[in-house]
C-alpha cells in the first residue's frame, strides 16, 4: 500500500530523478510537476523520463505570463533591489511556481509536497513557506534535511550508483563546476568554484547575455512605454511589441545581445550565511532602469522618498526571504501600486555593450516637471526672493547648533 | 566710505564678475576668494581678472585634500546615493567651499558673504545654510534674490551690457547652452537645451568621460583596496597608488578613458521643483561600486539592512539638501563611522566602455564569509534538519494567513 | 472702489477683530468666516459682531462630522502621535478648517483669504499649506507678517488702542497669561507664563478635564467597540451611543470627568523652534489607547512593525507640519486604511483619576490570537522541537559575532 | 562516569528542581545557577535545596549593577519600548542573566548549558542566542524541547509525581493561576487564567505596584536628573539619592506606592505567536516619561525624528528578539548613546494614584529652547517675514498636487 501520494517538483535532472525513485522505493506515490517559468528547457525529455521512472503523472504548466504579470511587474513598479545589487531572479519565480505546485497537489490528491533543495540555500525556505501558507495542511517532504537521505547520498558519487542500480538515465553532458537556476527574468550561477569570491566567473558560465566584449559596435536604440509603472510597450526600429510576455522577452533579447545586466556580488541569504551569487538578468535590469528614470520625472518626491525607504526595501526583502504570501507583502504591495497612479511615459533607451543608457523621456501623466518652473523664468506664484525666507527658516536650528560649536570651542569653520 | 567687507566666492566668469563690479559700485569693499576643489580652472587668470575689477584681494585655496578626505571618502563609506542614481557630485564640494569662504571672510574681515547661485536652485540653499551655521553673525548678500538686482540685470544681454560699460573682460569661448559645474567628483550639465528632459544630450556635452562608444576596446583591470571602508590604495598594471588625492584622480583616469560614470536624470530639488541633469562622476561610481561590494563580503546582514534604510538615505539627503553642517549629520555620520570597522579588503575590477565590473574580492577582515559554510559541506553547530525548525517556526504567521484566505474563501492556492 | 474681496477666519476675538477693521479700512470687503470643530463658543455674539464691524456677512459652518470622521478617526486608526507625546488636537482641525474656508472663498468670489496666526507658529504654515493646495489661485494676506500691520500693532496696547478708537467691543473678561485653542478633540495653552518650561501650569489652566485630584473615587467602566480600526460604539452602564461625533464626545465626557488626557511639554515646531505646549485631550487618548490594545490582539505582527515605523510616524508628523493635503498624506493614509481591515472588536476599559486602563479585549475579526496556540498544549504543525532549529539558524550569524570577539580578546562572556 | 557537566539556570521552583534532579538521574553533574536582577528571593534557601538535590555548587550572583548601568539606563536613553506599550522588562534581564551563566559554566568547566524555559515563549530564544553568541562551543540541554522529557512530564501533576518519589520538596504555598517572572524591572504576568484576553486580571495579582484605587490622595512629587540621557540624582522632599541601583529602587518605590505603571497588553512574540502580558513597571515607567521629557526640552529635532524611527524601534525589537548580543545591537546603541551628549538636566514629576505628570523641566545644557525665541518678541536673524517665503516654497508640489487635482475633477476645496 502506498505511504501516500507526493507531489515532487521534479525538473529531470540527477538530483530530482534520484528523489523521484527514491520516494518510489519508499512507497510513495508521486505525481511529478515542472513549471514553465520561462527557462530552457526540454519539456517532453523531462516528462518521458518521470514516467518512465515511474512517476503515476507528469505535470507541466506554463506559468510565464502569471510570472511576468503578477511578479515582475510588481518589482518592476517599486524597482525592486536586494542589497543595492541583485535583482532577485530567482526568488521572483519561486512564489508562483510553489502556488502552482499546491494546486497540482490539491487537484491530484496529494497529502505530500516535495522538492529537492539543498539544506543551506534560501529556496528551501522560499518554497516551503509559500507551500505553508498557500495550503498548511499539505506536508512537506524535504530530503535533503532528512538524516537517512543525507546519510544515504553523501556525495555525487552515491547520486550515481543509486542512479546506476535504478536505471535512471544521466545525462552525457558533464555538469558545470558551478549550479544554475534558470528563468525568464535571470540565469543564477553559484556553488562550486564560484564559492572562492575572488575567483573570476569564467567568460563561458554567462548563459544569458553575450560578453560585453563581444557584443556588437553599434548600440540598440529603443522606447520603453509605462502606464501606471508596468511596461506595455517597446519599440526598437519602429516596431512596436506588446503583450506582458512578449514584451518581457524582447528587453531580454536588447539585453542579451548587448551584454547588459550581469552582476557578481557576496549576499546574504535570509539564514545567516553569505553566498557568492553571479547573475545574469539582460531585461529586468532594463525595465528597471527605465522605470526608475520615469520616476523622476512623474513622481512627487516625497512620496518617492518614503517609496524608496519603505516599499521598495520591504518588498524586496520580503520577496528575497520567500515571504510573498505573507499579509506584510500585501500591506506593501497595496502602496507600490497606489504609488504607480501617474507613472506613466515613455522612455528612450541604449543598450551598448555591457551597459543601457537612458536618452531621453516624456510623460503627459504629470505636472510635476515644468520646463518653465525649472528654468529661471519666472513661476506662478514663486519669487526667487522667497528663497530667502526659507533657507532662514531652515537655518534657525543650525544657527544655534552652530553658535553652540562655537560656546564649546569647536566652531564648524575650522576644517 | 564702504558700505561693508563682503566675501565673495568668485569664478571669473559673467556672473560673478558682473556681481563684483555691482557690488563695488554699490560701495563694498570685495574680498573675492575661489576654491580649488579640483575643478579645471586658469587659476592666475582669474586672480588677476578679480584684481583687475577692482577687488581688494583674491584668495584662492586648494582644498583638494579635505574635500576628498573628509566629504569623499564619507560618501563613499555609505555608498551616498541620491534617489537611487545621482552621485551628489555637487552637493558634496559645497560644505568645504562654504566652510573655507567662511574662513576666508573672518580671516579679512567681512561681515558679508556673497555669492552667484541663482534663485531657483539647490545650491544657493547649500551654501547659505552651511554660511549660517559655520557663523551665524554675517550676513548674505544674494544678489540674484535681490529685487533691484534681478530687475536690473533680466537676461544676459543686459550682463553683457554692464559688462562693456564696466570694463569686465568677456570671454571669447562661445557659452555651452547649457551650464556646468565642475570639480573632483564630477561635472554636472544643466538648463539651457537639457530643460527639455526628452533631449539627448550631444556628444560633446561630456567632460569628464570619453564616449563609451569611442572607449578603447581592451579593459582596464585594476584593484581597490580598503581600509575601515576607505580607499587606501588602487593598483594597476601592478603600480600602486596612494594618498587620497592621488588615488581619487586615478580612478577619475580609469573611469574617464572608460567612459565610466554617466548618468541622465530628472531630480527633485530640494525647494519642490523637479530638474533635468546630466553627470559624469568617473571614480566615485567606481569607488562606490568596489565598495559596496566588499560590504558584501565583511558586512554583517542586519547591520547592513539598517545602514541602508537610515544611513545611507539620511546621509546622501542631508548633503544635497544643503545640512552638513548640522546635528543630524553628526548623528549620521556617527553611524557610517562605526559600521565601517571591518571594511577592509580588497576588490579587483574592470572597467570597459561605460561600465565597470567586478572581479573578484578578498578580506582577511572578516569570519563572515566562509567557503566551508557556503558550500554544503557541515558547518560546525549547523545542521541541514535546523533549517526545517526555522521554516516551520516562520511558517506560524503565514499559516494563519493562508488558513484565513481559505475561510474569507480566497485561498492563497488560485492566482 | 473695494481692494477687493477677503475670507477672514473670525473668532471674535481681539486680534481678528482688529484685523477685520483693519481690513475694511485698509478698503477691503471682508466676508467673516467661523468653523465649529466642537470649540466652546458664543457663535451668535460673534456673527453679531463681526456685521457691526462691518464684515459683509458671516459665515459659520458645522464641520463636526467632517472632523471627526475624516481626520480623527484616521488619527485614530494610525495611533497617531507626535514626539511620542502630542496627539495633535490642534492639527488634526486644520485641515478642515482651511478647505471650508477656501470652499467659503469660492462660493463668495473672494480673491483672497486670511487668518490672525502668529508669524513665528506652526498654525500660519498648516492654514496656509492647505490654501494653497486647495485653490493655488486665492492670494493670502497674513497681517502678522505684513511689515506695516506689525509696526502699528507692536503689543496689546496698541490694539486695544485701536479696538478703542475704531469702537471694537473688548470683552470685559481678562485675557488668561497663555493662549488657548479649543476644539472637539482637545484644548492647547501656550505663550505668556508658559514660555518658562519650569512652570507648572495652574490648576485653572485645564478646561477639558477635571484635576486628576479632584475626578471621582468611582472609576468609570466602559467598552468601545471598533469596526475596521473606526469606534462604531461606546458602552457604558449598559447604554449604548453611536454615531461618530456623539460617541467621541462621550469619549470626551468620560475622560473629562476622570481627568484623562493632560499633557505638558516641549515640543519641536515646524520652523526650527522648540515651544512649550500643554494639552488635555480626553476622548483622543482614550480610543487611541483601545484602538492600540486592539490592534494588539487581532493586527499581524509585521504588518505592525512595518505601520509603527512608517505610517504611524508618518502621517503624524504630515498632520503636525500642515502637510495634510499632500500626495504623501494620502500615499500613506492608503497604507493606513489597508492595514484596518481586521481591526474589528471591542475592548473594555476604565478610567480613574488622570489614567486609563485596559480591562479585556475581544474579537472575533482575525484568527491571530488563539488561546491554544498561546498555551503550553500542542499547537496543529507546531513541535516545541522546532524552535530548536529556529534558535540555530538565527544563531549562525551571533556564533560568528562571538568567534570574532573572543579572537579579538574581547570575548563577549565578559560583562 | 559523568556524561558531561551542565550548568543550570536554577530557580528552586518545581520546573527547575524537576530539571535538576532529571539531568542528575540521567548522569550529568550539573553546577547550579541563580542571578539575582533584583528580583523577590530567598536566596539561602534556594542554594539548600539545590545541594540537597544533587547540585555540585551553587552560584548565587548579584548582577543588579550591571543590570541597571549597562542595559536599564540604555533603555531610558532610548525610551525603549515594545510595540508601543511594553517596556521590555524581561528581555532586559536576559542578556545580563544569560552573560553570567556562560561565565559560570566557564569558571566551573561545564560542556552544557542548561535552562527551564517553556518551549513556545520568547526567553528560550532569548537566553540561547546569548548563550550561542557569548560561547559558541557550549552546548544546550533545552529539556522542555527534549521528545523524552516532553513525553515524560505532560502536565503538573507528573512533576509533582516524579518530585515525590524523588524527594523534592514542593512549596506549600499555592501556585497562582499565571506563571510570574520577577526584576529590578518589573514583575510579569502570564499563562494560565490570562490566556483569555478578556479576563480582567485580579487585584492580587499586581506584585510591583499598589492598586490606584488603593493609592495615597495625596501625590508624591519628586525630580529626577540627568546626565547625557543616565539618571544620576532622584529628589524626593529634600532629599537626595544617587547611585545606579539605589536610583532605580528608588524610582520603582515611588511607583509601587503610587500605582504606577501596570499594562495589560497582547503582544506579538518572536516566534509568530501573540500573547497575553500584564506587567508592572513602576521605576522604569517614570524614568523613561522623564527622559523623553527632557529630550523634548534639549535634543534637535531631526535627530531626534532618525533616533526615534531607527534607534528605538531597532533597540527595542533587539532586546525583545534576543539579539542584544549582534551586531546590530551595537550597532545601534553607538547611535543611541551619541544622539545623548545634551540630554543633561532635570525633570520635576509628581505620582499620583496610577500616573505620573510632568511639573517642569530645565537644562543649562542645550541652546535649542528659548524663552526670547518661542515668544513673539524678535528673534536675532528671524524674522516673521522669512516665513511666508518658506511657506511659499513648501507650497510648490502641493500647489501642483492642488492644480492636478482640479484638472482631474477632483478638487481639494470639496470634502
Not at 153 to 179: C, H, M
Not at 314 to 329: A, D, H, I, T, V
Not at 386 to 395: E, P
Amino acid at each position: 500500500m502506498s505511504k501516500g501520494r507526493v507531489c515532487l517538483a521534479y525538473s529531470g535532472g540527477l538530483d530530482t530523478s534520484t528523489i523521484l525513485k527514491w520516494l518510489i522505493n519508499e512507497g510513495y506515490t508521486v505525481v511529478c510537476f515542472l513549471a514553465n517559468v520561462g527557462q530552457e528547457e526540454d519539456w517532453s525529455t523531462v516528462e518521458k523520463k518521470a514516467k518512465q521512472l515511474g512517476a503515476e503523472k507528469m505535470v507541466i504548466l506554463d506559468l510565464q505570463r502569471e510570472f511576468v504579470e503578477e511578479i515582475c511587474f510588481t518589482a518592476i513598479q517599486c524597482n525592486a533591489i536586494y542589497e543595492d545589487r541583485y535583482l532577485l531572479g530567482t526568488s521572483l519565480a519561486r512564489p508562483i511556481i510553489a502556488r502552482a505546485q499546491v494546486r497540482v497537489a490539491e487537484e491530484n490528491n496529494c497529502e505530500f509536497l516535495s522538492h529537492g533543495c539543498t539544506g543551506k540555500g534560501n529556496d528551501q525556505v522560499r518554497f516551503e513557506l509559500a507551500f505553508l501558507a498557500c495550503n498548511p495542511s499539505l506536508k512537506i517532504i524535504a530530503p535533503w534535511r532528512l538524516p537517512e537521505f543525507i546519510e544515504k547520498f553523501q556525495g555525487r558519487q552515491d547520486l550515481l550508483k543509486y542512479a546506476s542500480e535504478n536505471n535512471i538515465p544521466v545525462s552525457s553532458t558533464p555538469k558545470t563546476p558551478w549550479s544554475m537556476d534558470d528563468n525568464l527574468v535571470h540565469c543564477s550561477y553559484e556553488a562550486g568554484i564560484l564559492e572562492d569570491p575572488n575567483t573570476t566567473p569564467p567568460k563561458e558560465l554567462w548563459t544569458r547575455t553575450v560578453d560585453p566584449l563581444d557584443a556588437p559596435d553599434k548600440p540598440t536604440e529603443f522606447t520603453v512605454h509605462f502606464e501606471k509603472g508596468i511596461p506595455t510597450k517597446v519599440v526598437v526600429a519602429g516596431k512596436e511589441t506588446t503583450g506582458s510576455v512578449e514584451l518581457f522577452k524582447l528587453l531580454n533579447k536588447i539585453g542579451h545581445d548587448n551584454g547588459v545586466g550581469r552582476i557578481d556580488i557576496v549576499e546574504n541569504r535570509f539564514i545567516g550565511l553569505k553566498s557568492r551569487g553571479c547573475y545574469d538578468t539582460p531585461g529586468l535590469t532594463i525595465a528597471r532602469l527605465a522605470h526608475l528614470d520615469l520616476e523622476g520625472l512623474v513622481m512627487d518626491s516625497r512620496v518617492r522618498e518614503l517609496r524608496d525607504q519603505f516599499a521598495t526595501l520591504s518588498w524586496s526583502r520580503q520577496l528575497y526571504n520567500g515571504m510573498y504570501f505573507s499579509p506584510e507583502r500585501e500591506f506593501i504591495e497595496n502602496s507600490i501600486k497606489f504609488s504607480q497612479e501617474n507613472v506613466t511615459g515613455e522612455v528612450r533607451l541604449m543598450a551598448y555593450k555591457g551597459n543601457t543608457y537612458v536618452l531621453g523621456r516624456k510623460s503627459d501623466a504629470s505636472n510635476l516637471y515644468s520646463e518653465e518652473d525649472a528654468s529661471m523664468d519666472s513661476l506662478e506664484g514663486f519669487s526667487p526672493m522667497d528663497t530667502t525666507g526659507f533657507i532662514q527658516i531652515n537655518a534657525i536650528r543650525l544657527k544655534k547648533y552652530g553658535l553652540q560649536k562655537i560656546k564649546d570651542g569647536q566652531p564648524l569653520s575650522k576644517s
